[in-house]
T-cell receptor, first 114, second 110 residues
Framework: DAGVIQSPRHEVTEMGQEVTLRCKPISGHNSLFWYRQTMMRGLELLIY????????DSGMPEDRFSAKMPNASFSTLKIQPSEPRDSAVYFCASSHSGLANEQFFGPGTRLTVL | RKEVEQDPGPFNVPEGATVAFNCTYSNSASQSFFWYRQDCRKEPKLLMSVYSSGNEDGRFTAQLNRASQYISLLIRDSKLSDSATYLCVVTAGGYNKLIFGAGTRLAVHP
């Protein structure tokens, strides 16, 4: 079975540019999570969707960040405009809310903002 | 105070050694507990859940002390392939949001 798919795997962009990260969750999973990982702050939850509806976006750092889930098989995380402090690895994870909370992570997108 | 605290390590141990990691959490309402493993430049993956009665999976033993809000992971007969960062994870909130510790790095050497 395919796991969580993320694209791109690496993104290098310049400050002020728009960045869009994409995620395809595991088929049948109804919960989707976006995380950010940095050396300084570790792994932080940005936003959580359940059945395509955003449930908790309290971790979204500021208005420059937005996330959508138009259907059960696709989600995007957008940063506009990007800043150097946004450089991090962004993980998408999915789970079936009824199954012991195990979250399956995608391989991540390594974002560098110059 | 961080919600989940771990010793960052690194723990440098020889093959065959037994090593133990500890973790404390601040939210007494947390209901579920896990250890995740993250290899260098890879995604976190579930290693094992942690149950109140303690549980074992091969060389790995996890224990939970709710009264002390303390979780442990014991690895016996360490292998080179055990080298990774081990993340202590607890749930919080009504939807079981996962709160990750910063991780403990383990390096097993020949």
């Amino acid at each position: 079975d395919a796991g969580v798919i993320q694209s791109p795997r690496h993104e290098v962009t310049e400050m002020g540019q728009e960045v869009t990260l994409r995620c395809k969750p595991i088929s049948g999973h109804n919960s989707l999570f976006w995380y950010r990982q940095t050396m300084m702050r570790g792994l932080e939850l940005l936003i959580y969707f359940n059945n395509n509806v955003p449930i908790d976006d309290s971790g979204m750092p500021e208005d420059r960040f937005s996330a959508k889930m138009p259907n059960a098989s696709f989600s995007t995380l957008k940063i506009q405009p990007s800043e150097p402090r946004d450089s991090a690895v962004y993980f998408c994870a999915s789970s079936h809310s009824g199954l012991a909370n195990e979250q399956f992570f995608g391989p991540g997108t390594r974002l560098t903002v110059l | 105070r961080k919600e989940v605290e771990q010793d960052p390590g690194p723990f440098n141990v020889p093959e065959g050694a037994t090593v133990a990691f500890n973790c404390t959490y601040s939210n007494s309402a947390s209901q579920s507990f896990f250890w995740y493993r993250q290899d260098c430049r890879k995604e976190p993956k579930l290693l094992m859940s942690v149950y109140s009665s303690g549980n074992e999976d091969g060389r790995f033993t996890a224990q939970l002390n709710r009264a002390s809000q303390y979780i442990s992971l014991l690895i016996r007969d360490s292998k080179l392939s055990d080298s990774a960062t081990y993340l202590c994870v607890v749930t919080a909130g009504g939807y079981n949001k996962l709160i990750f510790g910063a991780g403990t790095r383990l390096a097993v050497h020949p």
